[in-house]
C-alpha cells in the first residue's frame, strides 16, 4: 500500500496550531471531515478519543497515530499534520509528538485499515524520513517527502 493511495496533498497540515491531545484531534479531524461528505465531526472525535482512552497512539520517536473505525465511510482516509514544537501526546516514550497520522477507517474494514496502520508505522520508524518531513518548509515539500518515499515501492 502507497500512503498516496490514501493521503492527498489537501490533508497535510505543515503547520498544527494545537497544543494538547484534544485539540490535535479536533483540528486533524476537521481536515477529514470536511473533504469526506460520510464524515461527522463530532462522531469523529468521540471515536478517536475513545481509542485514545484505550492507549495512547503516540508511538514514540515525536510520532503519533491517532485512528477510529466510523460507520458509513467508504474507504480509507488519512491525513497529516506536523507540528513544530510538538504536542503532548502521553506517548509510550513521554517525549512530545510532533509528526501525526490520522487513519479513519469503514467500520467494515479490517486488513486495509490493519496495513494502512502497518505501512504508516513503518514509515514512521525511518529516521531519515521523519527527518525529512521535520524539515521540510512546506506542505509541497513535505508532499513530495512523501511521493519519493512512495516511488520506492
Known amino acids: 500500500m502507497n500512503i498516496l493511495d490514501i493521503l492527498s496533498?489537501?490533508?497535510?497540515?505543515?503547520?498544527?496550531?494545537?497544543?494538547?491531545?484534544?485539540?490535535?484531534?479536533?483540528?486533524?479531524?476537521?481536515?477529514?471531515?470536511?473533504?469526506?461528505?460520510?464524515?461527522?465531526?463530532?462522531?469523529?472525535?468521540?471515536?478517536?478519543?475513545?481509542?485514545?482512552?484505550?492507549?495512547?497512539?503516540?508511538?514514540?520517536?515525536?510520532v503519533a497515530i491517532p485512528h477510529a473505525k466510523v460507520s458509513g465511510m467508504e474507504a480509507l482516509v488519512a491525513v497529516f499534520g506536523r507540528s513544530i514544537d510538538g504536542v503532548d501526546f502521553d506517548s509510550m516514550d513521554g517525549k512530545k509528538a510532533h509528526l501525526f497520522f490520522l487513519l479513519v477507517a469503514p467500520d467494515s474494514s479490517t486488513g486495509s485499515h490493519l496495513k494502512a496502520l502497518a505501512r504508516i508505522s513503518r514509515l514512521m520508524q525511518d529516521s531519515a524520513f521523519r527527518a525529512g518531513l521535520m524539515e521540510a518548509k512546506s506542505r509541497e515539500e513535505l508532499f513530495k517527502v512523501f511521493t519519493k518515499e512512495d516511488s520506492k515501492y
Open 9 to 62: 496533498e489537501e490533508s497535510i497540515l505543515p503547520d498544527i496550531k494545537s497544543a494538547n491531545k484534544k485539540e490535535v484531534v479536533e483540528e486533524l479531524a476537521a481536515i477529514a471531515a470536511s473533504q469526506n461528505d460520510n464524515l461527522e465531526l463530532e462522531l469523529l472525535v468521540e471515536k478517536l478519543m475513545e481509542r485514545e482512552k484505550l492507549g495512547s497512539t503516540g508511538v514514540g520517536d515525536g
